[in-house]
């Protein structure tokens, strides 16, 4: 079991460009996460899937930012039209909702920086 | 939005002495969570903690939640100076189970030698 993966590690682009980040979930776990970091602040959730089913969305994911996890397994965060407030660093979480242990396997994050 | 304040924002203390940092939150939970994160990494889970729980130990880490006061304490002893990173704590108030955690705004504990 390799853990959370997430990809790339740091984007820097031009306010504008669309972006897109990828999540590899631990693989028996059917719940992923999806949460926003800015520097100094604690994780902001965005979204969650339980299996393919986008089940709770964030009034912080705008009309911008899609989510999705086609068949269950990786997930995709997609930003268009970046603006420099959305410089964050995106966090990945899975979890297991079988073994009902309630913690959250963080990946190391997708750092991005709009110029 | 964040669930709630952590306090001290940021302790700076000696390897070996015990750092204790405190979290407050708003609505009532099934569980809480403390996590650790170094710096530019993502967030590792440490301990957590029950709504029916009062204290729980891990090796060194001693958690206490009380619900009445919607507060919680982490308890690193004998601290060390890999421990220097920026401790979480986070609710699941879920009523559906789902998991969802709210985050607190962190405290960060440097430990110097």
């Known amino acids: 079991d390799t853990g959370v993966s997430q990809d790339p590690r740091h984007k820097i682009t031009k306010r504008g460009q669309n972006v897109t980040f990828r999540c590899d979930p631990i693989?028996?776990?059917?719940?992923l996460y999806w949460y926003r970091q800015t520097l100094g602040q604690g994780p902001e959730f965005l979204t969650y899937?339980?299996?393919?089913?986008?089940?709770?969305k964030s009034r912080l994911l705008s009309d911008r930012f899609s989510a999705e996890r086609p068949k269950g397994s990786f997930s995709t965060l997609e930003i268009q039209r970046t603006e420099q407030g959305d410089s964050a660093m995106y966090l990945c979480a899975s979890s297991s909702r079988i073994r009902r242990t309630g913690e959250l396997f963080f990946g190391e994050g997708s750092r991005l920086t709009v110029l | 939005s964040q669930q709630g304040e952590e306090d001290p924002q940021a302790l700076s203390i000696q390897e070996g002495e015990n750092a204790t940092m405190n979290c407050s939150y708003k609505?009532?939970?099934?569980?809480l969570q403390w996590y650790r994160q170094n710096s530019g990494r993502g967030l590792v889970h440490l301990i957590l903690?029950?709504?029916?729980?009062r204290e729980k130990h891990s090796g060194r880490l001693r958690v206490t939640l009380d619900t009445s006061k919607k507060s919680s304490s982490l308890l690193i002893t004998a601290s060390r100076a890999a421990d220097t990173a920026s401790y979480f704590c986070?609710?699941?108030?879920?009523?559906?189970?789902?998991?969802?955690?709210?985050f607190g705004t962190g405290t960060q504990l440097k430990v110097e030698l």
């Open positions: 693989s028996e776990h059917n719940r």
């Open positions: 903690i029950r709504s029916n729980e």
């Open positions: 609505t009532s939970i099934n569980n």
């Open positions: 986070a609710t699941d108030a879920g009523a559906g189970g789902g998991n969802k955690l709210t």
């Open positions: 899937f339980q299996n393919e089913a986008q089940l709770e």
